[in-house]
């Protein structure tokens, strides 16, 4: 992150920067010394850590009208004779277990009257951590929300799961024989454990007349609701597991056919809309996406969970 200034914050009022999930704005009045505002404090805070990191902004304040509430309004810097950096880690510290790697930056916004912001840089964390009340709590776009149980165990097991960052790309061509393409998964391991056991499974229409004949026996032919399509598994070959944190490796499969592609205006006509792809490593929850197939054959797509609704 760049450095903090009193110029960088007039310019997220000036530019209107909303709070989001990794962004929150607090007025001077949130470090209040009294019981409510501390809980308040490690409320925030934990819930930034449990959910994907961010920046909480103390010495901003939003809008009184509901309509605006969540855009920033103006510097309401804090007396740092009152509210001290210290102070402010002392109660970040009351969270359990204890948060590392949050950073607390005073910005001097009247160096004579003694008025700072402090920007609090909170890194998601690899284990959940609870507030001063006892509670665990998530980033819900503008809003800190108690979290469920499935969610705590979901984050609690961050350290013990693999994470996988995965993108696809068909790659068709044709030689002087027959047409044939490339079928590539990328997966990158973006985690702090070793991803051991890798599978992908691609469900793919059949985007040309004819049949289309992927190489090897485990290819199932059948239909869905948008048409014919086939099913087939890509594993990583001989030496390519485990996937190492800070690496990646890249799964690939042939596929021939001898059809012709079907044009109209220039056009090509596909059978079915959509590549459905799910990658497993582990215990990891599973990455499943189902794609439109015009971008998978023109280059790299991330496969990304849906969101929820």
């Known amino acids: 992150m760049s450095e903090w200034t009193k110029e960088k914050l007039e310019q997220l009022i000036a530019d209107r920067v909303e709070e989001s999930l990794n962004l929150d704005y607090k007025r001077a009045d949130a470090l209040v010394k009294t019981e409510a505002k501390k809980a308040e404090v490690t409320k925030d805070v934990s819930a930034f850590a449990n959910s994907a990191g961010g920046v909480l ?3 901003i304040a939003e809008p009184n009208d509901r309509a605006k509430r969540h855009l920033p309004e103006r510097l309401d810097p804090v007396r740092r004779a009152d509210v001290s950096k210290e102070w402010l880690e002392q109660v970040i510290q009351t969270i359990q277990p204890r948060i590392e790697g949050v950073v607390i930056h005073p910005v001097t916004i009247d160096e004579q009257a003694g008025l700072v912001c402090y920007v609090v840089e909170v890194p998601q964390s690899h284990t959940a951590h609870q507030a001063r009340d006892h509670v665990y709590y998530k980033r819900h776009n503008f809003n800190s ?24 790309f068909i790659n068709k061509r044709t030689s002087r024989h027959k047409p044939e393409g490339l079928i590539l998964v990328k997966l990158e391991n973006v985690g702090r454990v070793l991803a051991r056991h890798i599978m992908a499974e691609l469900e793919l229409p059949l985007d040309m007349d004819g049949e289309i004949s992927p190489d090897g026996d485990d290819v199932l032919m059948d239909k869905n609701e948008e048409g014919d399509c086939f099913m087939l598994r890509l594993v990583p070959g001989l030496g390519q597991a485990p996937i190492f944190p800070g690496s990646h ?15 109209v205006d220039g056009t090509p006509i596909v059978s079915a809309r959509h590549v459905k792809v799910s990658v497993y490593a582990d215990e990891m929850t599973p990455l499943r996406a189902s794609l439109d197939v015009r971008p998978v054959i023109t280059g790299w797509t991330p496969i990304e969970q849906p969101p929820s609704s």
């Open 57 to 59: 902004i103390y010495g």
């Open 249 to 263: 490796l890249t799964l690939r499969r042939k596929i021939y056919t001898d059809a012709r592609s079907q044009h």
């Open 145 to 168: 929300l108690p979290m469920e149980d499935y969610e705590v165990r979901d984050v609690m097991n961050r350290r013990a799961h693999p994470k996988l960052l995965a993108s696809i």
